[in-house]
């Protein structure tokens, strides 16, 4: 018998429905980890066949074909050591989310998701049916139990692996990013190798995925709940762990365990990624977005570069007569900091002639907020134009404070084609500036010490219109991710008349978020997949 186990970690960056694609890569990655790690085994993540999440790709008869070609030749065209790659198995009971254990060239085994996971951003009870039966492989006389992802959350497919003789786990994963994330899984998994004293080995998927970003951060634990092992986050790798056996137990030696980033690091890598990959699966050779002189858009051209270059990112200025200088000024520095294309358009004379054909109709009218989305509007024909004619996706720059109570323009500053800071707060936002600016200075600091306005009227500030910053955020996430109520929230210490007035600006304005592009999802409960509030609803507070 021998007395150690190689095991691989593969954290890929996988493409959902791209399935000969991710074939492609596991195999090449299969026999990396053979050949040059000399592992014994190698862990793919969840679904890596088809991607995670697959969603309603699932149903189709073409995508069926595609995975059951895709495990045959995967069977082929890796003939020597052992892999277990995550995939949907199709049969006569429907579909199971599934590991299928491939040895020698050969199907060896397949567990079957057990836990299945039906809330936040997770929908799988939709697609899949439970497994019930424990799996336990025997490799180098190593006995290795096999979980699926939410199989770790609960303790009864860990105790049932137990029970069936594993003395040491490993886990596939395609668990997204959200803030404290990974501390949350670590914590987790240390309460489960607590509860069967077995070590664990936990591999987790990369990239981003419409709203999703994954970030890795695959890790290995010891029986006493000490991580050994974690590679770094939202990079692809593959990372080896050794197991051997010392007094009869599993034990693994220690490796390189990644720092842990700090919070706003991580969001600041998350959005960063979420960009790339967006722009890059869907094959845009750039992008184009407004630089108001702003921090929000500040902030997001500073992403942007990061995420692809200062080559692919085109920044266009669009003053009105409302356009301070130190909005043109600061605009311009960003873009020379960042070396990114600028333009200069000025939106006045679409303005006036918008304004002017509308004259008899808004003969007798007070000037509104109309005038001020009118100005957004003619922005957003340019940056469309621009878009169209280029092939550049259009970047939005709003923020999650802003989405949540409205104070952004259907059909202006809100049309776009994916929008990177939708889930951060203007507080968080504010931190990601500095951060970004910690690195390299790339935000001039007044644009981050002035105070916000949208600049579509004489003298306007946010503050006009909204509560303080450090007001509203912590009214809207106690609202949106901890679901408090106006009482509850009031009993912070907030006035209560305010704390009402918000949420009903974010009841009122869920016909303009169903209408917005999809943005990288960083926090508990984003606007997109995992907030659905009715549209047409009596609720009163």
């Not at 664990?200 to 999703?212: C, I, R, S, W």
């Not at 992008?287 to 200062?310: E, H, K, Q, R």
């Not at 059909?411 to 990601?432: E, N, Q, T, W």
Request: charged fraction near 25%.
């Amino acid at each position: 018998m021998s007395e150690s186990l190689r095991i691989a970690l593969a954290q890929l960056d996988l493409l959902v429905g791209d399935v000969q694609g991710n074939l492609t890569q596991v195999v090449s990655v299969a026999r990396q980890a053979r050949e040059e790690h000399r592992a014994d085994l190698t862990l793919f993540p969840e679904l890596a066949l088809s991607g995670y999440p697959p969603e309603d790709l699932l149903f189709h008869r073409g995508f069926r074909a595609q995975i059951e070609r895709a495990l045959e030749q995967l069977c082929r065209e890796v003939p020597a050591g052992q892999l277990i790659v995550g995939f949907p198995e199709y049969g006569e009971s429907g579909i199971a989310n599934a590991a299928a254990v491939i040895a020698a060239g050969r199907l060896a085994a397949v567990h079957r998701k057990a836990a299945l996971p039906n809330y936040k951003v997770f929908d799988e009870k939709r697609y899949f049916h439970p497994g019930t039966e424990p799996t336990v492989l025997s490799i180098k006389g190593f006995r290795i139990g096999v979980l699926i992802c939410e199989d770790l959350w609960v303790a009864e497919p860990a105790r049932r692996a137990h029970l069936a003789g594993a003395e040491l786990l490993v886990v596939i994963n395609a668990s997204p990013y959200e803030r404290g994330k990974q501390r949350e899984r670590e914590a987790v998994a240390r309460e489960r190798v607590r509860e069967v004293a077995l070590p664990l080995a936990y591999v987790n998927t990369l990239g981003g995925q419409d709203e999703l970003v994954f970030d890795g951060n695959s890790f290995v634990m010891n029986a006493e709940g000490e991580v050994v092992l974690r590679a770094p986050p939202f990079e692809a790798g593959l990372y080896c762990a050794e197991f051997t056996r010392e007094a009869g137990r599993v034990v693994p030696r220690p490796g390189v365990v990644a720092p842990e980033l700090s919070e706003t690091a991580s969001v600041y890598s998350a959005l960063v990624l979420g960009v790339r990959d967006y722009v890059n699966k869907h094959g845009f050779p750039g992008v184009v977005m407004g630089l108001s002189g702003g921090i929000d858009s500040a902030l997001t051209l500073a992403i942007a570069v990061d995420a692809l270059g200062a080559d692919r990112v085109h920044a266009v200025m669009m003053p009105s007569r409302y356009t301070a200088q130190m909005s043109l000024t600061d605009a311009q520095e960003e873009a020379r900091l960042l070396g990114v294309r600028y333009s200069v358009l000025s939106i006045e004379s679409m303005f006036e002639a918008t304004l002017a054909t509308l004259a008899g109709e808004f003969a007798g009218l007070p000037v509104d907020a109309t005038e001020e989305n009118i100005q957004s509007r003619c922005r957003m024909l340019l940056l469309m134009g621009l878009s169209n004619k280029t092939g550049r996706m259009l970047l939005t720059t709003g923020n999650k404070s802003e989405m949540a109570v409205g104070y952004a323009t259907l059909y202006g500053d809100m049309a776009g084609g994916f929008a990177p800071i939708k889930d951060c707060s203007k507080l968080l936002v504010y931190r990601l500036a500095a951060y970004r600016n910690a690195i390299a200075p790339v935000i001039p600091q007044r644009v981050i010490e002035r105070p916000p306005s949208a600049e579509l009227r004489a003298d306007q500030k946010d503050s006009d219109s909204l509560p303080p910053y450090e007001v509203l955020d912590p009214i809207l996430a106690a609202f949106i991710e901890e679901d408090l109520s106006v009482d509850e929230i009031a009993a912070r210490g907030f006035d209560r008349v305010t704390v009402g007035r918000v949420l009903d600006l974010v009841k009122r304005n869920e016909y303009k978020r169903r209408q917005a592009p999809p943005g990288v999802r960083v926090s508990r409960r984003a606007f997109g997949r995992d907030w659905r509030y009715p549209i047409t609803n009596g609720y009163r507070r």
